[in-house]
């Protein structure tokens, strides 16, 4: 994609202004010239950008291409996926409804609304909006129709999606109006945000359109215009829009001044990287408030505000901010690899270097490891395995310092996110291989084993990280299911063909075939047809398919009406069979 993006590039318009007159002409040529370097260096398609100087929006810019397959050029008005950005704006509207008594900050929101994803969860009665500003609710950041909390509220921070979509559901409830309706009162009108919407509106198909986000793979996907609004993730905004709301934030604009203050003052420290904080403390001083990131170099330094945004790898997005120097910076970009450019864009944009972004853990566009990595996930992709395991030697033999355990995992997770486990499972081997102490490879390459349907490798690679960090979540389930496809494998169950040929039919985009006296599993849209292996007389496991397997349900009088897909995680799912397509074999 890197050699389209350059042609594409060089034709896009460019476009950035000056919104304030004075001394930072400098400043603003400097963005100009730097960030289209940048965005090329980081293989970017398309930002768009908007800066805070004295109080102000100062300069914005708008630069590559909104739409790869047509060339159309990012506009200060084309629409981006905010992504986690949601997250401030619905922060902000829960805090202006506490400034007028209507929601308090510290009573539990069950107190409000019964929400029946937690009825089950006893702990769920202390969970309280202030909780979830600070990300310290005990919620998953994204959970199944049952959600379990993973902590007990307010011991500790936990990044949390799930947090936000309650607190939507409950200020939706007490003020009897649907979110988008409640952002457009309390900030899109008031602030002069005139292309946002937590919804897709018909208008933003005119003027700059919406921007189209492009994957790891170089894969399209449009911004969808039938999303319900989320508070966590569904905003849709320009640069220019969301620096006129974090001018408001940095101001205190529309809030008491003691409400203002408390949102941009540390409710919980965050003592190590932000989706583990557990691990080792970073650099500098990062912590949450009431619905932003705070960080600081020093104890004598004042709080910078931020937050980042991720939707789906195609929408990536950074914004900080200095209420104390009234300074801050915006970007928006419809590029998987949007994030890796974060640290240069702030400081070039307002000259503080982002100690916050390490605790993200994405990678710097400039990082050692990104060209080989980059270079490995080609070959492994196009030529196989074996191909790529040469190829890292290779890449290996001339850059040992770039091979760490950071890119290797990354590696791991891209084969396997875009449909290569075969491949993944190589790379697991070279993971484990290459660090045989660290329990985090051992346990990936014990999923790796377990996909695969190496069941002995993975027992004994479960077995191993537990060894190596007894206080990691145990395995259990994987290794008992680990045990059982052993078992199977090692003492085979034969079944007549007449008792297994009534299984085989279409069960929606599952279809079951009978051939040569065996049951074979085959996904619609999906490559791969797996032989069924018996594991009892309804139940089947599947070769070369290790963290699945298939349970067939009959009624009353034997006749076959679903089957169960079973995970290794312990997921279930139900796919009734079509009794009007009827059988194969």
Do not use: C
């Amino acid at each position: 994609m890197k050699k389209r993006l350059l042609v594409l590039f060089l034709a896009s318009a460019l476009a950035g202004s000056v919104a304030a007159a004075g001394g930072s002409e400098d400043l603003s040529s400097r963005l100009e010239t730097e960030i289209p370097k940048l965005m090329q260096g980081g293989d970017i398609p398309g930002l768009s950008i908007a800066v805070i100087r004295d109080g102000k929006l100062f300069w914005s810019g708008a630069f590559g291409v909104r739409d790869l397959a047509t060339g159309a050029p990012v506009r200060k008005d084309t629409l981006f996926e905010a992504a986690s950005l949601s997250k401030p704006i619905v922060a902000y509207i829960a805090l202006r409804l506490v400034d007028r008594g209507v929601l308090d900050l510290d009573t539990p929101l069950s107190q409000y609304l019964s929400y029946d994803r937690l009825q089950h969860e006893e702990r769920a009665r202390l969970i309280t909006a202030r909780r979830i500003l600070s990300h310290s609710s005990g919620l998953p950041n994204w959970g199944d129709e049952e959600l379990s909390l993973e902590f007990t509220p307010g011991e500790r921070f936990g990044y949390s999606g799930e947090g936000f979509v309650y607190l939507q559901k409950v200020i939706e409830k007490l003020t009897g109006m649907p979110l988008q309706d409640l952002a457009r009162k309390e900030v899109f009108v008031p602030l002069g945000m005139t292309r946002s919407s937590f919804v897709w509106e018909a208008s933003f198909a005119q003027g700059g359109g919406s921007a189209v986000g492009v994957d790891e793979e170089g894969k399209p996907e449009a911004v969808p215009t039938d999303r319900p609004a989320n508070a966590a993730s569904s905003l849709l905004t320009t640069a220019e829009d969301y620096a006129r709301f974090l001018l408001a934030v940095l101001d205190g604009r529309g809030l008491k001044k003691e409400t203002a203050t408390s949102m941009l003052s540390p409710q919980v420290r965050i003592p190590g990287k932000l989706f583990n904080p557990k691990s080792l403390p970073g650099e500098g001083e990062v912590a949450w408030g009431l619905g932003v990131g705070l960080e600081r170099s020093g104890p004598a330094e004042p709080f910078w505000v931020w937050h980042w945004g991720d939707n789906n790898d195609r929408f990536r997005a950074w914004m900080t901010g200095s209420r104390e120097k009234r300074e801050g910076v915006v970007y928006f970009t419809n590029g998987f690899e949007g994030l890796s450019i974060a640290e240069p864009v702030a400081l070039l944009a307002v000259g503080v270097r982002q100690s916050a972004f390490g605790r993200l853990e994405y990678e710097r566009y400039d990082s050692p490891q990104r060209v080989p990595r980059l270079d490995l996930e080609k070959t492994f992709s196009k030529q196989g395995g074996e191909a790529g395991v040469r190829r890292y030697r290779e890449l290996q033999a001339k850059s040992p310092d770039a091979f760490d355990a950071k890119l290797l995992d990354s590696l791991n997770n891209f084969l396997l996110n875009t449909g290569k486990p075969a491949e993944a499972f190589s790379v697991a081997k070279l993971y484990a291989e290459a660090h045989p102490r660290l329990p985090e490879a051992q346990a990936s390459l014990g999923g790796a084993a377990l996909r695969a349907g190496d069941f002995e490798l993975a027992i004994a690679s479960f077995e191993k990280a537990a060894v190596l960090d007894p206080k990691a979540p145990t395995r259990e389930r994987e290794i008992r299911w680990a045990r059982e496809g052993l078992a199977a494998q090692r003492n085979p169950i034969s079944l007549p063909a007449e008792a297994v040929r009534r299984f085989a039919g279409n069960y929606g985009a599952r279809q079951i075939v009978f051939e040569a006296g065996s049951l074979f599993y085959q996904r619609q849209g999906r490559p791969g047809k797996y032989r069924l292996r018996p594991l009892s007389a309804d139940n089947f496991w599947l070769e070369g398919l290790g963290i699945f397997r298939l349970r067939f349900v009959t009624d009353g009088d034997g006749r076959v009406t679903k089957l169960v897909g079973l995970y290794s995680d312990g997921r279930e799912d139900d796919s009734p069979r079509d009794p009007e397509r009827g059988g194969s074999g």
